[in-house]
Antibody, heavy 121, light 107 residues
Framework: QVQLVESGGGVVQPGRSLRLSCTAS????????MHWVRQAPGKGLEWVAG????????YYAGSVKGRFTISRDSSQNTLSLQMNSLRAEDTAVYYC??????????????WGQGTLVTVSS | DIQMTQSPSSLSASVGDRLTITCRAS??????LAWYQQKPGKVPKLLMY???TLQSGVPSRFSGSGSGRDFTLTISSLQPEDVATYYC?????????FGPGTKVDIK
């Protein structure tokens, strides 16, 4: 069965960096685009970044462009999110999500349990 | 960027009621719309995609319709387990924006 397990969350000071990881299993990782979606406490869902199945194409929300970098390692079945210059408004649960369409960039059919990032001094 | 709005922001209904949630895109997104259900304290779950295609395992009381800018999610007979927040999501190209959500509870 499809499993996505995030790690790397924690408390970090404003301006510092943090790297999130997502380990995938139960499907052919290299055939699917992957995404990060976040949810601030008590708020709605916000798509953060997506990466194509082959890693060639990367897309970002305007709120994180230039600060966050999405990457993937298909030899390790892992997805990463490097977050730099963190701000208080980046505080959220970060979900790793699989794209719902082989080779596409669309909706999200499987989600991890999420990892909490808290940006605070 | 395409903006998504939803109405109402919350609603309260009785078991067995028929509910409709509306989602509107700021521009034409064809049928590239998905709906998610997030129960309290849980991970979001895909309900349907391509406006009206139910994800495997989703009960048939859920249905979707629309195209272009205007879309609806309908629950034909509300059940206690449907208490959740529902989000629409545009996937007509990045950024893949979500609506603000509609919170549904039982009267």
């Amino acid at each position: 069965q499809v499993q996505l397990v995030e790690s790397g969350g924690g408390v970090v000071q404003p301006g510092r960096s943090l790297r999130l990881s997502c380990t995938a299993s139960g499907f052919t990782f290299s055939n699917y685009a992957m995404h990060w979606v976040r949810q601030a406490p008590g708020k709605g869902l916000e798509w953060v970044a997506g990466i194509s199945y082959d890693g060639r194409d990367k897309y970002y929300a305007g709120s994180v462009k230039g600060r966050f970098t999405i990457s993937r390692d298909s030899s390790q079945n892992t997805l990463s999110l490097q977050m730099n210059s963190l701000r208080a408004e980046d505080t959220a649960v970060y979900y790793c999500a699989r794209d719902g369409y082989t080779y596409g960039l669309t909706y999200f059919d499987y989600w991890g349990q999420g990892t909490l990032v808290t940006v605070s001094s | 960027d395409i903006q998504m709005t939803q109405s109402p922001s919350s609603l309260s209904a009785s078991v067995g009621d028929r509910l409709t949630i509306t989602c509107r895109a700021s521009q034409d997104i064809s049928n590239y719309l998905a709906w998610y259900q997030q129960k309290p304290g849980k991970v979001p779950k895909l309900l349907m995609y391509a406006t009206s295609t139910l994800q495997s395992g989703v009960p048939s009381r859920f249905s979707g319709s629309g195209s272009g800018r205007d879309f609806t999610l309908t629950i034909s007979s509300l059940q206690p387990e449907d208490v959740a927040t529902y989000y629409c999501q545009n996937y007509n190209g990045a950024p893949f924006t979500f609506g603000p959500g509609t919170k549904v509870d039982i009267k």
